[in-house]
Structure formats: structure tokens, C-alpha cells
């Protein structure tokens, strides 16, 4: 499989999730693609492995298995509907349902998932030392890895969320079917390289929104809604 013609790609790996996949992301930081699909289930690959078989879950995601070469875990992101959009951020990732809200889970590949593997060469000199050479590369896990922790639940869009935005380290910029795209701050979802300002620690929190933006409203408007939305 591939692209044909001159200078065809080759088709690097590829995942199979059960349920029609509706949105990806990847984190470059981790090496992680999420997935999200049509039951509501987000998956976690690692980027760097492909896999031509099938999960081996019962077909709902129902808890991190990474039975299937290459995934790191799924979980039912949301219950009750599909997970229709999904950003990576530093720490984890965010996915938006079908229904509205958004949830912030934290998550990181763990040390072990991305175990080092050794090949040492070497080679005798004519003048009798050795000169040995290495390399070294990532190894997917072996066993299942466990599922991130939600964090924060942002509440305030009616309709499917199906944009998703973490550029800014500090806000989260969402777009959905009740034709409103919302700014917030951005859940924290890492320890590392932010002050404590940034969004929210442990637990499940209503995130606040900064600016609900519609039609015809100008950027920096405030949308009057305080923290959880309407």
C-alpha cells in the first residue's frame, strides 16, 4: 500500500481502531498519535510504530489494553456520544464530544514505554585497537500502559465540538456546531515549564471562558460567561 507513481511514499504503518476514526492528532514531544473515534473511544499510538492487525478489545474501548503493535492505550474518552475532536499539548491531550463538552486529560508516555535498544559493533585495527561503534532505538511497550486521568471538563458548547486548538500554551481554542468558537484557559495538563497561573491542577474542574466569539463578533469581545459556560 502506498502512493504510486514516481517518487511514491511508502506507507509507514498503519492502526486499526473498530470504529470509524474521526479525528487525530500527533504529539511530537511524545511521539504519540491520539485517535478519536465514532463510540466515543480515544486511542493513543506510538508514532514511531505501525501495526497491521486489529484491537483486541471488545470493540467499545472500555480500558487501556495496547494489544495492538503500536497502541499505548484507549480509553472511553466520552461516554454517550463520539469523540469528535482531539488536540495534543504538552502533558496529555484534549477531546471534544459530539455533545459539547470538552475534557482535558493528563497522560505521558512513561520511561519504560520507550525503552533503548543496543547494538555494539566492533572492529579490529591493523595496529591492533578496536574501534567499536553503536546505536541505539526505541523499542514500543510490552505491556499495556495505563490510561490518562481527567482533568478538567470544560462545559459551555451545545452542539458537537469538532475543532480543537492547543497553539498557545496558555489557552484553548475550541469551534463547534452551535457556531461559536470559544477561547479558555488552558487546562494544566503538565508539571513542567509553566507557572502556576496556567489553568488547573487535579480534579474535575469547570474551565472559564476568556472569549465566546459568534458571528460577526469582534476578537477580544467578552462572552459574559464566568467559569463551566452556559
Not at 28 to 44: I, Q, S
Not at 112 to 127: G, M, V, W
Request: charged share 20%.
Amino acid at each position: 500500500e502506498g502512493v504510486e507513481g514516481p517518487g511514491a511514499l511508502r506507507l509507514a504503518g498503519k492502526w486499526a481502531t473498530g470504529q470509524p476514526a474521526l479525528c487525530l492528532a500527533l504529539s511530537d514531544e511524545d511521539r504519540v498519535v491520539y485517535v478519536g473515534t465514532a463510540n466515543g473511544t480515544a486511542f493513543a499510538f506510538d508514532a514511531g510504530e505501525g501495526s497491521n492487525g486489529g484491537s483486541d478489545d471488545d470493540g467499545r474501548g472500555n480500558g487501556g489494553t495496547g494489544g495492538t503493535s503500536g497502541e499505548l492505550c484507549h480509553w472511553v474518552a466520552h461516554d454517550g456520544g463520539a469523540t469528535r475532536s482531539v488536540a495534543a499539548s504538552a502533558g496529555g491531550c484534549v477531546t471534544g464530544s459530539s455533545t459539547g463538552p470538552i475534557l482535558a486529560w493528563r497522560w505521558r508516555r512513561p520511561p519504560t514505554a520507550a525503552a533503548a535498544a543496543y547494538q555494539i559493533k566492533a572492529e579490529f585495527e591493523s595496529d591492533g585497537s578496536i574501534e567499536a561503534t553503536s546505536r541505539a532505538w526505541l523499542r514500543p511497550p510490552t505491556r499495556p500502559l495505563r490510561p490518562p486521568a481527567l482533568i478538567s471538563k470544560l462545559l459551555g458548547h451545545t452542539q458537537a465540538c469538532v475543532a480543537l486548538s492547543t497553539g498557545n500554551p496558555a489557552h484553548l481554542v475550541s469551534g463547534a456546531h452551535d457556531g461559536t468558537v470559544r477561547v479558555w484557559d488552558m487546562p494544566r495538563l503538565s508539571s513542567r515549564g509553566r507557572g502556576a497561573g496556567y489553568g488547573f491542577g487535579y480534579g474535575v474542574d469547570s474551565a472559564g471562558v476568556i472569549d465566546d466569539l459568534h458571528p460577526g463578533t469582534a476578537a477580544g469581545t467578552r462572552g459574559g460567561e464566568g467559569g463551566g459556560g452556559g
